[in-house]
């Protein structure tokens, strides 16, 4: 006796006549006759499973990155220049006081909108996906599960949307939180880089976010224009936390600073932990996941991401150096996604299951110049 081989089943089921293999002493030898396959009439019922493998890219990283604060007011205040002249206040020994000044002072108002996706079954549907027998894919909690992950999906598409295209009852994108006068005749509408009600289309303001671009024409990215947007941005007064940009820029900046050995202790490997208050440094060992460094700011991608030749970068500030307890840039809710289920017939309208998600709140940026962006890069 010997134990089967892979060449004696490849022999076996390739149908060579009289091949035998042997098994605990029992020669088996392939005759000839009918063989049951699938496709023999009722013998072969092929079971599908109650799972439906997405062949979609679920990611919503942009939604999932912004802090997320309670939507405690619809307006602010910013100071938009100094009380006095910088650089002045000097008196002589026996000088008079200097006249009292007041910064300048704008108020900045936004209103909450709100996002639903929603979906419905029939109830006999519904049953026999939770107590039958049959093969069903689509029962309420399997929807349920599905409907979560696409709410946040929409929410992070709406996130990414172009600077071109305002957001009308969709939540605002970061496209467009972060553009301004310089990008004003990049777009196909120059009121298209307006947002909370500023005009940021007719001259510079101290709305204007760091925007570096080549005119809408695309030039190679480097480390000179990575390196001069993150000098730009702190001179405004930013503190960046993290970089957001697409999967096709994010492989072009790892082929950027590893091919050159010089700049090894540029891009680097950090741990972060992504909560309810955005990207946080994570705290002991092997805590959080690990993510690719630029210049220690952490970078992460999404699918959505505004291309121009490639995807554009975002270096966002969302820090609360002044103490405030909101961050600079955030997430307010007004109410957290919510989700609603009525069997009634009288409130669904027919014999059937309907389901809903729902999400309040807005993209706030209390500090515009603090946001960055690269664009126009291939």
Not at 56 to 64: I, Q, T, V
Not at 98 to 120: G, I, L
Not at 194 to 222: P, V
Not at 247 to 267: E, H, P, Q
């Amino acid at each position: 006796m010997r134990r089967l081989t892979l060449a004696d089943l490849e022999l076996f089921y390739k149908g060579y006549g009289g091949h035998p293999f042997v098994v605990d002493d029992i020669e088996v030898i392939k005759e000839a006759g009918a063989i049951t396959t699938d496709q023999t009439p009722y013998y072969f019922n092929p079971i599908y499973g109650a799972y439906a493998w997405a062949q979609l890219n679920r990611e919503s990283n942009a939604f999932g990155l912004l802090p997320k604060v309670t939507w405690s007011r619809s307006g602010w205040r910013v100071i938009t220049d100094f009380a006095n002249t910088l650089g002045t206040g000097g008196i002589a020994e026996d000088g008079s006081i200097p006249s009292a000044t007041r910064p300048t002072v704008q108020v900045v108002k936004t209103t909450p909108k709100q996002v639903a996706h929603s979906f419905e079954l029939s109830d006999i549907m519904s049953q026999l996906a939770e107590i039958g027998a049959d093969d069903i894919y689509g029962s309420v909690d399997e929807m349920r599960n599905y409907f979560a992950t696409e709410h946040a999906r929409h929410i992070n598409k709406m996130l990414m949307t172009d600077v071109d295209t305002p957001a009308g009852y969709n939540f605002e994108s970061l496209d467009r939180v972060v553009s301004g006068y310089p990008e004003s005749t990049l777009v196909s509408d120059a009121t298209d880089v307006d947002i909370y009600g500023i005009d940021r289309h007719t001259s510079a303001t101290w709305a204007d976010a760091t925007i570096n671009h080549n005119g809408g024409t695309n030039r190679n990215l480097s480390d000179e224009i990575i390196r001069e947007t993150l000098s730009n941005v702190k001179k405004a007064g930013g503190q960046p936390t993290v970089m957001l940009t697409g999967y096709d820029t994010y492989a072009k900046i790892l082929g950027l600073y590893m091919n050159f050995v010089r700049y090894d202790d540029y891009l680097t490997q950090g741990n972060v932990q992504i909560t309810v208050n955005g990207v946080e440094t994570a705290e002991g060992i092997d805590a959080g996941v690990k993510v690719s460094c630029l210049y220690g700011i952490p970078i992460f991608t999404t699918q959505d991401a505004p291309v121009d030749g490639i995807s554009r970068i975002y270096i966002l500030d969302t820090s609360d150096p002044e103490g405030f307890g909101v961050p600079r840039l955030s997430f307010s809710v007004l109410r957290p996604t919510e989700y609603y289920e009525t069997r009634d017939p009288f409130i669904a309208g027919g014999f059937k299951v309907k389901g809903v998600y729902r999400t309040a709140g807005e993209v706030v940026c209390r500090f515009m110049k603090a946001q960055a962006k690269i664009r126009d890069i291939v």
